[in-house]
């Protein structure tokens, strides 16, 4: 391979032309950068003007009707001004009034204070206190033998005289014999329940803690609990033709 010729030994006149060529370029790159620079200075110096909106125009409309015009009065005649100023009083028509029809009035009738004595108290609905012979032939704790592995009806009264409630309940009945359960529990003077409801509580307990072959036990008839051993005591009697002890713990349908 040959040597590259030193700078010396180029002409002139390509000298010339290179270094010519390398100013121009110089400049142009110069001149290029110099206007990016003021382009970005006057940008970052002025911000751009907002654009120009037209200004609206508002123009307030009265849709409202016109008033009408006030017409003129007519001028009264003297007569008419006469009869304006003296109105004629119209005579008064006399009004009926209906005659008023006779009533009779009833005079209210007494009222009666009756006193209530202890021994009717309890019974209020009929039915409740028995007489001797609506009792006659009934069954009671006493009647039967003795030693009985179900008597439903000693067990009753044994627990019924011990009971301070029940004893209290049964206080103003004096004597008598109160039908209590007939199929259902009856109804008592000043009680929101039925069958006195202390009385009612208690033969329900007894029953329902008895043994299940004594509440299947049939019962015939009415049976009286007497609330005393002494002879007259207060005796209570529940029953139908035919019955169990466990009935006492149904409600009664209706």
Do not use: Y
Not at 6 to 33: I, W
Not at 67 to 86: I, L, N, R, Y
């Amino acid at each position: 391979m040959g040597r590259t010729a030193p700078d010396d030994a180029t002409p002139p006149a390509a000298r010339r032309r290179a270094t010519g060529r390398r100013l121009v370029g110089a400049a142009f790159s110069l001149a290029v950068h110099l206007g990016v620079l003021i382009f970005l200075a006057a940008a970052l110096r002025s911000p751009p003007a907002p654009a120009a909106t037209a200004p609206m125009v508002v123009e307030l409309v009265d849709l409202r009707p016109p008033a009408p015009a006030a017409q003129p009065k007519p001028t009264p005649t003297p007569a008419a001004a006469v009869a304006e100023a003296e109105p004629v009083a119209a005579a008064p028509v006399p009004v009926k009034t209906p005659a008023r029809p006779a009533v009779a009035r009833r005079s209210p009738a007494p009222i009666r204070t009756a006193s209530l004595a202890a021994s009717d108290a309890v019974a209020d609905e009929p039915g409740n206190a028995l007489s001797e012979a609506q009792i006659a032939g009934a069954a009671s704790a006493d009647s039967g033998p003795a030693g009985r592995p179900c008597d439903m009806a000693r067990r009753l009264q044994s627990a019924l005289r011990k009971d301070a409630l029940v004893q209290a309940a049964v206080a103003s009945a004096a004597g008598k014999a109160i039908m209590v359960w007939d199929g259902d529990w009856v109804r008592n003077r000043g009680e929101d329940g039925k069958g006195l409801a202390a009385v009612r509580e208690a033969i329900t307990w007894e029953v329902a803690f008895a043994p299940q072959a004594c509440r299947a036990e049939p019962v015939h008839g009415l049976v009286l609990i007497s609330m005393g051993e002494a002879q007259g005591s207060t005796r209570l009697a529940l029953g139908l033709e035919a019955w169990r002890w466990a009935d006492l713990l149904k409600p009664r349908p209706g």
